[in-house]
């Protein structure tokens, strides 16, 4: 008895951090138990990191921001760098080229049957006087189209009523257009198509600046940080 008092003394209070982690092409879930209160974990060892994201200048933008239902200001757009922690007590987190272009669009009417890309183009530089176009995303197939996935989801509202609804939700990506680590304009055109023919076109036109991480960081930091 005396024993098992112990071990319980020693994980009480303590959270318990699940990481995903890719190793070898495949999903590793690893335990981690990390103090209360959101201290630092006790995990030794140290990663490499060499990262990078792309950040949507707003400013300067229209169109493709995420959590705006369609079909006026097109699917959300995200740009996917393969960002990938290998190792367990140290490693290192890593983004690979190329890169993806990422969408994703919720229909809430549930009136959307396809969504179809028709342009898309990526310049790099776009100000500066040595701008180029990407040739991965001009060898692409278009017009490309993707179908809706019906969700249906149920819900209790007032006086105990069920309430039953269904959306649609379109999402997918473009792999292997992004070439650079540099700001790129991306303008893509497309159209949604309702479930009666009705062409709903938009147009999104977006910067995007990279951002850079390049440093040695403590095992416990990186992962209490996934």
């Known amino acids: ?89 140290g490693g290192t987190v890593k983004s690979t080229k190329p890169y993806a272009i990422g969408f994703d669009a919720t229909d809430s009417a549930g009136d959307m049957d396809r969504l179809e890309f028709t342009r898309i183009e990526v310049t790099y530089n776009p100000d500066a006087a040595d701008a180029a176009i990407e040739p991965a995303v001009e060898a692409l197939e278009l017009p490309r189209a993707v179908g809706a996935r019906e969700i249906k989801t149920v819900n209790s509202g007032t006086g105990g009523r069920i309430i039953r609804s269904t959306v649609r939700v379109f999402s997918g990506e473009f792999a292997g257009v992004i070439t650079r680590d540099e700001p790129f304009r991306l303008v893509i055109e497309g159209r949604f198509i309702t479930q009666d023919g009705t062409d709903v076109p938009f147009t999104i036109d977006q910067y995007w600046e990279p951002r850079f991480e390049r440093a040695t960081r403590p095992a416990g930091e990186v992962l209490q940080d996934k």
């Open 1 to 89: 008895m005396k024993k098992s008092s112990v071990n319980v003394g020693l994980i009480v209070g303590v959270s318990v951090l699940v990481l995903l982690l890719a190793v070898g092409g495949g999903v590793v879930a690893v335990l981690v138990l990390a103090p209360p209160g959101g201290g630092p974990s006790p995990i030794g060892g140290t990663f490499e990191i060499d990262t990078v994201t792309f950040e949507l200048d707003q400013g300067r933008s229209r169109g493709g921001l995420s959590g705006i239902d369609p079909p006026s200001s097109g699917p959300g757009i995200r740009i996917d760098t393969n960002t990938e922690l290998r190792g367990l007590y």
